[in-house]
């Protein structure tokens, strides 16, 4: 099955600092391209993969699950370090949950994390009805396009698969039971305003990591899709200014592959 147009993984060969960044669930590498842009135009090396079953169709999701998207995102991982000298892990939504399981299995190989509106937890009452539901109902409405800023969209499934909703919501019990093990220096940016993910999952994630060096920002003028919002600016000043402040060390321009 072709991707969609905008779906393609990114991928930038830049300086010995690298940055895997992590997209959310049913969306897709569109939704953080203009952050991984903004990063390789900086000179890092950057990468942006597209995680199994998304960026195609519905049913091509359907068939995988949290084992998949986190094998993904763990092979590019570790092909950033046999790279570069340090790693930065980013996400966003669920791509902030894989972001949370790599740092707290990879340790010290991991120099920082950002994470942007990221989810702890499938909520209401639907939610614990997904282990029989989805033997019953194979999709229900999807979750995309949660933006403030008029005339932007995001790239995703208008379908969310039950099969991997269920899997997702075991994923994030996983995740939240591993928080402790996250010590890496860390930046959450969450809006107040999620129609998607509520500010209580990024309250309940500052309270359960382990790390020291910490930061938090209000994305007052954003929804759940920040990337591709008001205040996408803010979100790659901030995570360059950190990456800076870790890793002084920018690194040389490389060339770019990639939608």
Same mark, same amino acid.
């Given at each position: ?147 403030? =800023? ?64 910490? =930061? ?44």
């Amino acid at each position: 099955m072709p991707v969609l147009p905008g779906a393609e993984p990114f991928r930038h060969e830049g300086g010995e600092v690298g940055v895997l960044l992590c997209h959310g669930f049913t969306g897709s590498p569109q939704s953080l391209r203009p952050w991984a842009g903004y990063l390789a135009e900086r000179g890092l090396t950057v990468s942006l993969p597209l995680l199994p079953g998304h960026g195609t169709r519905w049913q091509d999701m359907e068939i995988t699950g949290w084992q998949d998207w986190y094998a993904e995102v763990d092979r590019e991982l570790r092909a950033l370090r046999e790279r570069c000298s340090r790693v930065f892990v980013f996400g966003l939504s669920m791509g902030g949950a894989l972001t949370l399981r790599l740092a707290a299995k990879h340790g010290d190989a991991i120099s920082g994390i950002v994470l942007v509106n990221p989810a702890n937890k499938v909520h209401g009452l639907s939610a614990h009805a997904l282990p029989v539901a989805r033997h019953l109902v194979r999709t229900t409405k999807g979750l995309t396009d949660d933006i403030a =800023k008029d005339g932007v969209k995001e790239l995703g499934y208008d379908r969310v698969p039950l099969h991997s909703a269920h899997s997702l919501r075991q994923f994030l019990k996983l995740v939240d039971g591993e928080l402790p093990q996250v010590t890496q220096p860390l930046v959450l940016l969450h809006s107040p305003q999620d129609h998607v993910v509520p500010p209580v999952d990024s309250a309940r994630i500052l309270s359960r990591v382990s790390s020291r060096d910490v =930061k938090e920002i209000l994305l007052e003028q954003s929804y759940h899709v920040a990337t591709l919002d008001h205040d996408a600016e803010l979100i790659f000043e901030e995570s360059y200014a950190f990456i800076g402040r870790l890793a002084p060390s920018a690194g040389k321009e490389g060339s770019t592959t990639g939608g």
